[in-house]
C-alpha cells in the first residue's frame, strides 16, 4: 500500500560526501515524521536524523555539522546530504517515515535500506 525507496548508498574515501534520497509512493494522504536511521555491524539501528512536515530538524550528536536532511512534501521525498564522511559511518542507511493513508490508517514504514561503505 506505502512503499518507501531508497538510493544514494555507494563507496566513498573518508571526507568525501553523499547523498541519500528516499522516496515515498502509494495511497499517501500525509506523511507526518520522516528520518534517517543507520545499522552498524554488531551494532543496534540507530536514528541518524528526523524532519517532520512543517521543517523541524533534529541530529544524533555523531553527525551534527556534518549531515543535513531535508524533504521535499510535494514530491514526498527526504534527502540526507552527508559531507566530511568517517569510516564510523559505515552502515546500511535505513529511511523511515509515519504516513496517514488515504484510507485514514496510520503506518511506520520502512525503506528497504542503503549501504554507505566509507574507506580510509
Same mark, same amino acid.
Given at each position: 500500500?506505502?512503499?518507501?525507496? /531508497?538510493?544514494? %548508498?555507494?563507496l566513498v574515501q573518508a571526507?568525501?560526501?553523499? !547523498? ?10 500525509? +506523511?507526518?515524521?520522516?528520518? $534517517? @536511521? ?7 539501528? /540507530? &536514528?541518524?536524523?528526523? +524532519?517532520?512536515? @512543517?521543517?523541524?530538524?533534529? *541530529?544524533?550528536?555523531?553527525?551534527? %555539522?556534518?549531515? #543535513? +536532511? ?8 527526504? *534527502? ?7 569510516? /564510523?559511518? #559505515?552502515?546500511? *542507511? *535505513?529511511?523511515?517515515?509515519? +504516513?496517514?493513508? !488515504?484510507? @485514514?490508517? @496510520?503506518? /511506520?514504514? $520502512?525503506?528497504?535500506?542503503? &549501504?554507505? #561503505?566509507?574507506s580510509s
Amino acid at each position: 500500500q506505502v512503499q518507501l525507496v /531508497e538510493s544514494g %548508498g555507494g563507496l566513498v574515501q573518508a571526507g568525501g560526501s553523499l !547523498r541519500l534520497s528516499c522516496a515515498a509512493s502509494g495511497s499517501i494522504f500525509s +506523511i507526518n515524521d520522516m528520518g $534517517w @536511521y543507520r545499522q552498524a555491524p554488531g551494532k543496534q539501528r /540507530e &536514528l541518524v536524523a528526523d +524532519i517532520n512536515r @512543517y521543517g523541524s530538524k533534529s *541530529y544524533a550528536d555523531s553527525v551534527k %555539522g556534518r549531515f #543535513t +536532511i531535508s524533504r521535499d512534501n510535494v514530491k514526498n521525498t527526504v *534527502y540526507l546530504q552527508m559531507n566530511s564522511l568517517k569510516t /564510523e559511518d #559505515t552502515a546500511v *542507511y *535505513y529511511c523511515n517515515a509515519d +504516513i496517514t493513508t !488515504r484510507t @485514514y490508517r @496510520y503506518l /511506520e514504514s $520502512w525503506g528497504q535500506g542503503t &549501504l554507505v #561503505t566509507v574507506s580510509s
